[in-house]
Structures are given as structure tokens and as C-alpha cells.
């Protein structure tokens, strides 16, 4: 695996390159004072008698778009604190004409803002993170890896308050002590960082100077001296709901289950308990998503599944602490998005569909039901960090009806547990992370028809970060093992499965063995970085590799198995204005994939830019060469073939987000050699913003894919098996469409609707000959008049020229069109408390018929019925 001579020059250079050095900081420290007398009115106005107990602090520096220069207007704080919260004030000056007082809903950060950062751990790793923005709106993160990751799923229960007055504006904060984790038994300074943002000038400035070019965020926190004589907070939260939901849809003659209409009451509970002081236990019992909004519409034309972004609450807050991923490459690429954990695996669709006889009618549930799920996670004051989630989900069974009446079920998802755990241990003042995590699905199978699903399947990594000469450079290692156990059914399923597809003719490194129970693989990586600490250069050099029988689709995420990738990141990037630039930033890619027995697959490279100009609009700009390379997969379990290279190109401009009127474009071009790939998509965003409460965005693109050689099917025969691959002239538009408005910071509006329609036709159709043909033209052969006819519902193929059909395939053509829609209104009519109002609309259609007509293809898709549903959701927060 060596790298090209001209690539190891480059890394070495970028390695080795010292750029003028950035000294670190003088830490700032901030000494507080315990509250005592009357309480603090939280009101904004910062004139109660206790905040006289501390001093004002300030002399921020401005962090952007000048980097150490600064700031346009200054900034004060005090923080004072009781036994139950913490309390900062904030003298924010500026000229009261100027500020801008923007709604949103929480976790926005509109208009200006005063931000709080706390390290309450003093680990240098994590912190919390509370913003105020002038118009009352809160957001909060959780803040990990230093700095790396905010997570903005993180949702304490805190207060805060503002009020403009004639020497800009003034705010107060209270964050009870409940809501965050800190030793009280180790009474030393705690992290602390205030940020400030200017909207109208773009611009940051930090009370702690952290210039941009030294690596890492909160170990470069100041200090917070002064806390002391905490007890150890008993934290108890409980946040039940009760819901209501009628649902109407077309109602289908005959059939019992689609009467039209349905109606359903529902209630859960989801708690948080405070363990110690370092450790929380989270809580759901029968949790509802009916506020989350839908997966955007696609048609998924490849072997591999889609990727879904997690969007219910239970599942994303803390989500950090659970995932792992194999290989984070900065470089991008398939195998980054591999991960131990992928959430979206419980509460899934069921995964077995029922055989109807003639005259049955089935009603199988759309998802299965969560019945109980537990989180653990914590950190304890000497650096261990441990995140384990349990759950469990129903056993589900659809109900069965014939004509007669009789009724049977049928079970579609066996009743299943799911475990995964995490421990890391930060070192070296966490310059130094060991961690390790196990994943667990355990099914109870009681039925012959659900063998195809293994009984058993664990994971296991264990994972090192390691920061070297003060954080410029960074080493990481993750090493994985996985292990399946099963019914001789499920097994040959995973064998044959599109992560690794065994059954290759020509597939050296593993084969089909039909009597197997179990199936074991490793996978891992190494990558070696310079981040860019002190430095404009930063590169990353590193590899990864899944052995043939690796596995861990039953809860984490993989695409591909039996495959080594090899990766090169360099990058150069201006931090400070300069020219017209405010910052600049130019990347360079590489790749090469092997698979395990050594053959190469794929080598590319990309060069990328991205920067903010001085109006601070935005663009990016990148080209892309893959050259031809060889796919164990494209023939869904054929031999290995040889595809022609492609060049990409994508460009996109994004205007200052500050104005009224903001507008995005961009596209993005793939062209393949000998023609065999012709694809082009554009899309555009327009957000309006006609008052600082109210807010509106319409993003429209169009997708056109010309593929000479899309995959259609594989039909045995007795002139043995053929790979039918079609040229595929593809259309897909779709349209997403916004609304958010925000009556106050505790009472909003939003509606999300999302037309889509895509249409492929298919033609010169054609069989692979000679997968791995030096001339592109000698690796298939296209069907002539006389060997395909089309028939009522597909196409015979005599391929012989005997007068006889060898063999048949269905008509691919394809037109689908969805609509998906969600109106929110949320209300929160006490702290902590919801109430939801949502109505969400689903519209689909499919026919047969690859042709592309968008007035037509609507037109069908609103000129139905829909399923319409209507909900209404109340949970009550209470503390303990």
C-alpha cells in the first residue's frame, strides 16, 4: 500500500511545514461569590443588589472575521452562584438602533447573541453551552472531543432574560446546577469561555482569546475560580405525555383494515435521573414521534441501503457518546459513514412482509413499537466517560383477513433487544483517549418464517486518540471485530448479502458456505494528522480496512465489507482577511481501494476550495477524477467487472445570510468516459425573512441522469446467468418548502411541505459478455431487434436467434411521485412543558410508466385522496 511518490513529497512537506507560530494565550480567570440576601429578579435588567457581591469582567478580543483584532463594541459579564444554579449578567454595549432582535425557535441562535461555555468537568474535553439571543430565543449544545462536535440535541431546562436600554442591551442568565455535571468533592476552577455575536458586522469576540489557528476549544478554556461548598444535586425529571391522533386515507372496498379513518389515544413517559453527581439515566416508555418530521423522498437505484439521518429526541440527545465510527476521514468517501451504532435500527420497519392468498387483506404496522429503552451516561472527575443504551421493542404481528371473515396474525418482527456500550478514559490532561464499545441484538425467533433473520449479532471496538508535540499532531487507531449467530438461512443471507455478495464467480477471498451458523470479521483504522495547530497547513494521511465477514448491519451501519481504502488529506487555509477574502480555504484528496485479496478497485483524487468573501457570502468549488476502476459489486453477485473513469465537478455560492433576501445555488456535473455517464443536478434556495418573527424558504432542484449501463436484473437461463443492465434517461425534481414563525420565544409555528417526483425509462438494453475487457465496448452485448420483443408487463429475450425465449425480465420503467407534509405548532406553556398541534400530510403515486411530464405527474398526485393525520400531544416537565 504505497503511496505515489509525488503524494509523499506533498504530505511531508505539509507535515513538516512550520508556518508562524501562535503563542498560546494568557488564561484568563474569573473569581465568583457565593449569593447571599435577596434572591435575583431574572428579568434582564441587572440591578439587583447581589450582583454588587462581583466584578464586572471584559477586554473580549474579536475571533472573526479578524481574527485577535479588536472587537467593534465591548463586553462585560459577572457570574455569581447559590446552591441551585448558577447566574451570569451580561452589559452587552452597542448602539440600541443598530441591534438586531430576531424570533426563531429554540436552538437557532438568531440576531445577537451572548454565549456561555462551561467546563463545570475541568476535563478540557466537554463543556455546556447556553446562548441567549437578544430577542429571548435560547439555544444550547453539548459540547465534545474539545471542541470538535456540538451537539445541539442536548436540551436542558434554563432560564434567561434581556432588555435594550440606551447603552445597547443588557441579559441574564440562571442554569441550575441540576443540569449539569460537576465533583463537588473536587473544588478546582471549572472551564469557562463567553462569546458575543454582532449580526450585523459578522463578527465573534471571546472573553478567553483562542486564536483560530491553535487547535482545540475547551482546553483553551479560562478559569471560573470560587466555587466551592457544593452538595451533590438529587436530580429527578419527569416528562409524561398524553396524545390524541385521528387519521383519515382512502378507504379500500373490501378490505376491513382501510376503513377511511382511525382514531387512537396514546401515553408514555420519558425520565431523567441523576446518579451521583457524574452520571444520568435517561428513560422512555412507549415513546411517540408523531411531532418528528418525515425522511425526504428518494429513489435508490443501487445495492445499498439509504442512509437516514436520526430525527426523534430520545434517540439524538447524547447521541455522541454512542457513536463510533470506523474511519472519519476528513477525505470523505463511502467507508467514512460506517459506524457500530446506527440508531435507526430500533423502532425500524418491520422487516418481513406476509404471503396473502387470494382474497386477504393484511394490516402490519408501519413501525415497531418501542416498549422501553434506558440510557446510562456520564463522566466521572478523573476522565472515565460511560454511555450504555438499552432497549427493547415489540414483537409485532399483522392481522390477517380473508373474505370470509376469518382473522390470523402473522409475526413481522420478532420481540428484540438491543445493547450498546461505550467507555472512554481521557490521560495526559485528555491528550491521551482510550475507549472501547460493544453492540448486542438479541432476537427471540418463535417462527420458521422469520429464520432469515440471525439470532444473535455482537460488535466490539477499542479506539485511541493521541495528541502528540503539544496537539499538532494527532494519531488515531480503531480496531472492530463482529460475530453473527443464526439458522443456516440467516447466515447464507449475510454471505450473499450486497456488503460482500460470497457468491462471486470469481471471488478469491471468501466463498458460499450454506451450512454455516456463524459469520465473524475485523475491520479497523489508523490515521495520522496535522491539525493545523499554529500552522496554515494541516494534512491527513491514514487507512482502513473490513475483512470479507464482517458484519454489523443488525445495529450499526456498513455498506461494504472485504474492502482496504487508503486516503491523503492536505489542506492549506487563511484564517484572517485578506484581499477580498475574509478566509480561504484549499483542499486536496486522494484515494485508493483494494479489496482483501489485494486486487486494486479504485483510485481517485479531488481538489476542493472553499471561503467567505468580505460581503460575507460564501462559496465552494471542486473537481473530481475517477479513473477506471474495477466493482465486486455492480453485478449484484456476478463476477467483478471493469467500469469507465468519471470526472466530477460541483460549485456552489451562498449569499450573506444577514440580509432579508438570501439566496444558494449550485450544481453538480459527472461525466464518465466513453460516454457511459452523463449526469447533471442543480438546485436553488430562496429564504425571506419579511419580519425578524417570520421566515420563509423554497429550495427546488432538478436531477437529469443519462447511464448508459444502470443494472436491471439478473435472469438465470440455460445459456447461464445474465446481468441486464439498460440505459437508464432519469428525471427526478423536488421541491422543499418552509415556513417558520415565531409569535414569541415559547410559542412557534412551522410547516414543512415537500413535493417529489422522478421518472426513469429504459432502452438499449444489453448483457455483460466480458466483465473485465480491456475495450469498453467488449464487456457487453447489445440486444438487436430480433432478440428482444416487449411484452405486456416486461420484454422476452431470444437470445439464440432459435425462435424460442431463453429468458424474461420485467419492465424497469418506474414513475414515483410522494409528497410528504408537516405543520408543527409549539407551544411551551411552562418551562420545560410542550404542547403540540401537528398535522402531517402524505400523498403518493406509482405507475409503470418511465416517461417524465411534472404538470402531469402532479396533477396525479393531488387529484387523490391523502392520508391526512392529526395529533395532538401535551408532556408536563417535572422536577423532583
Not at 841 to 867: A, E, H, I
Request: with cysteine; net charge negative.
Amino acid at each position: 500500500m504505497l503511496l505515489p511518490d509525488r503524494w509523499m513529497l506533498a504530505l511531508v512537506i505539509v507535515l513538516t511545514t512550520a508556518a508562524a507560530i501562535a503563542q498560546p494565550s494568557p488564561k484568563r480567570i474569573y473569581q465568583t461569590a457565593r449569593l447571599n440576601g435577596d434572591p435575583i429578579t431574572l428579568d434582564g435588567h441587572v440591578n439587583d443588589a447581589a450582583w454588587q457581591a462581583v466584578d464586572w469582567t471584559g477586554e473580549f478580543i474579536q475571533r472573526e472575521p479578524d481574527d485577535r483584532a479588536a472587537p467593534s463594541r465591548q463586553t462585560e459579564f459577572k457570574v455569581i452562584y447559590d446552591d441551585e444554579a448558577l447566574y451570569f449578567a451580561f452589559r452587552i454595549h452597542d448602539d440600541p438602533a443598530l441591534v438586531t432582535r430576531q424570533l426563531a425557535r429554540h436552538d437557532w441562535f438568531p440576531g445577537d447573541w451572548v454565549e456561555v461555555n462551561i467546563d463545570s468537568r475541568a476535563d478540557n474535553r466537554t463543556a455546556y453551552s447556553f446562548t441567549l439571543s437578544l430577542s429571548g430565543t435560547r439555544g444550547d449544545e453539548y459540547i465534545s472531543e474539545d471542541g470538535s462536535r456540538w451537539d445541539g440535541n442536548w436540551n436542558p431546562v434554563w432560564e434567561g432574560a434581556t432588555q435594550v436600554d440606551e447603552n445597547g442591551w443588557t441579559a441574564e442568565m440562571r442554569i441550575p446546577l441540576s443540569q449539569i455535571r460537576f465533583d463537588p468533592d473536587e473544588p478546582r476552577p471549572w472551564g469557562l469561555q463567553v462569546q458575543r455575536r454582532i449580526y450585523r458586522e459578522g463578527e465573534r469576540s471571546t472573553w478567553q482569546e483562542i486564536p483560530r489557528d491553535v487547535n482545540g476549544w475547551v482546553s483553551n478554556f479560562g478559569d471560573l475560580c470560587g466555587i466551592s461548598d457544593l452538595a451533590p444535586k438529587g436530580r429527578a425529571e419527569l416528562l409524561p405525555y398524553f396524545s390524541a391522533q385521528h387519521e383519515s386515507y382512502p378507504a379500500e372496498d373490501g378490505n376491513p383494515y382501510r376503513t377511511g379513518q382511525d382514531n387512537k389515544l396514546g401515553a408514555g413517559l420519558d425520565a431523567k435521573f441523576g446518579l451521583g453527581s457524574d452520571f444520568s439515566l435517561d428513560l422512555t416508555v412507549n415513546p411517540d414521534f408523531g411531532q418528528v418530521e418525515a425522511d425526504p423522498s428518494q429513489v435508490n437505484l443501487t445495492a445499498f441501503e439509504t442512509f437516514f439521518q436520526e430525527k426523534r429526541p430520545f434517540f439524538i440527545e447524547g447521541q455522541d457518546i454512542l457513536d463510533l465510527r470506523l474511519s472519519p476521514a476528513i477525505t470523505g468517501g463511502h467507508f467514512t459513514r460506517d459506524r457500530l451504532f446506527y440508531s435507526r435500527r430500533i423502532g425500524r420497519q418491520p422487516q418481513y412482509n406476509p404471503n396473502l392468498d387470494e382474497g386477504e387483506y393484511a394490516k402490519s404496522p408501519d413501525w415497531t413499537s418501542i416498549i422501553g429503552a434506558a440510557k446510562l451516561s456520564g463522566k466521572t472527575s478523573g476522565g472515565l466517560s460511560v454511555g450504555i443504551l438499552e432497549s427493547v421493542t415489540a414483537r409485532e404481528q399483522a392481522q390477517i383477513t380473508d373474505s370470509a371473515g376469518n382473522e390470523r396474525h402473522e409475526t413481522v418482527e420478532p420481540l428484540s433487544n438491543y445493547f450498546v456500550g461505550r467507555v472512554t478514559q481521557d490521560y495526559r490532561e485528555g491528550d491521551t483517549v482510550v475507549g472501547a464499545m460493544i453492540t448486542s441484538t438479541a432476537r427471540k425467533i418463535e417462527d420458521d418464517h422469520l429464520e432469515f433473520l440471525s439470532r444473535k449479532a455482537w460488535s466490539g471496538a477499542v479506539d485511541l486518540q493521541h495528541y502528540i508535540k503539544g496537539r499538532d499532531y494527532r494519531l488515531n487507531v480503531r480496531l472492530s471485530g463482529s460475530h453473527l449467530k443464526g439458522s443456516e438461512e440467516s447466515i447464507l443471507r449475510a454471505q450473499t448479502a450486497s456488503a460482500r455478495y460470497y457468491q462471486r464467480p470469481d471471488n478469491t477471498q471468501a466463498s458460499v458456505d450454506s451450512s454455516r451458523t456463524t459469520l465473524s470479521g475485523h475491520a479497523g483504522s489508523a490515521m495520522f494528522t496535522r491539525t493545523g495547530n499554529n500552522s496554515r497547513f494541516k494534512g491527513q494521511l491514514g487507512a482502513a480496512w473490513r475483512s470479507s465477514g464482517y458484519e454489523i448491519n443488525d445495529l450499526g451501519y456498513m455498506r461494504l465489507a472485504d474492502e482496504v481504502n487508503q486516503f491523503l488529506w492536505l489542506s492549506y487555509h487563511r484564517r484572517n482577511p485578506f484581499g477580498i477574502f475574509n478566509q480561504l480555504q484549499v483542499n486536496g484528496n486522494e484515494w485508493l481501494d483494494w479489496d482483501t485479496g489485494g486486487h486494486l478497485l479504485r483510485k481517485a483524487f479531488n481538489i476542493n476550495s472553499s471561503g467567505q468573501f468580505r460581503n460575507q457570502s460564501r462559496f465552494y468549488a471542486s473537481v473530481s477524477r475517477s479513473f477506471e476502476e474495477v466493482s465486486n459489486t455492480a453485478l449484484r453477485g456476478g463476477p467483478s467487472s471493469r467500469w469507465p473513469g468519471k470526472w466530477s465537478l460541483s460549485a456552489n455560492y451562498n449569499s450573506d445570510d444577514r440580509k432579508k433576501v438570501v439566496a444558494d445555488v449550485g450544481l453538480w456535473k459527472q461525466i464518465g468516459d466513453e460516454n457511459s455517464v452523463d449526469q447533471l443536478e442543480v438546485w436553488f434556495s430562496l429564504a425571506y425573512r419579511p419580519t425578524d418573527s417570520l421566515r420563509f424558504s423554497l429550495s427546488p432542484s432538478v436531477v437529469w441522469n443519462d447511464n448508459e449501463m444502470q443494472y436491471v436484473t439478473t435472469a438465470d437461463s440455460d445459456l447461464g446467468a445474465r446481468y441486464i443492465h439498460g440505459r437508464i434517461d432519469q428525471t427526478t425534481t423536488a421541491l422543499t418548502f418552509r415556513m417558520d414563525w415565531c409569535l414569541t420565544p415559547n410559542l412557534t409555528i412551522q410547516y414543512y411541505g415537500s413535493p417529489f417526483v422522478s421518472a426513469g425509462s429504459y432502452n438499449q438494453y444489453k448483457h455483460i459478455t466480458d466483465p473485465q475487457a480491456d475495450a469498453y465496448d467488449d464487456r457487453f452485448h447489445i440486444y438487436g431487434d430480433d432478440q428482444i420483443t416487449a411484452t405486456d408487463d416486461g420484454y422476452d429475450v431470444d437470445e439464440n436467434g432459435d425462435g424460442q425465449t431463453d429468458y424474461s425480465f420485467g419492465n424497469p420503467d418506474f414513475n414515483v411521485s410522494d409528497f410528504n407534509s408537516n405543520l408543527v405548532v409549539r407551544w411551551q406553556y411552562r418551562l420545560g412543558s410542550t404542547i403540540y398541534l401537528v398535522w402531517s400530510q402524505n400523498r403518493g403515486n406509482y405507475v409503470n410508466n418511465g416517461s417524465f411530464d411534472l404538470g402531469r405527474d402532479l396533477d396525479n398526485l393531488f387529484s387523490g385522496q391523502p392520508d391526512d393525520v392529526f395529533l395532538v400531544k401535551i408532556n408536563t416537565w417535572l422536577s423532583l
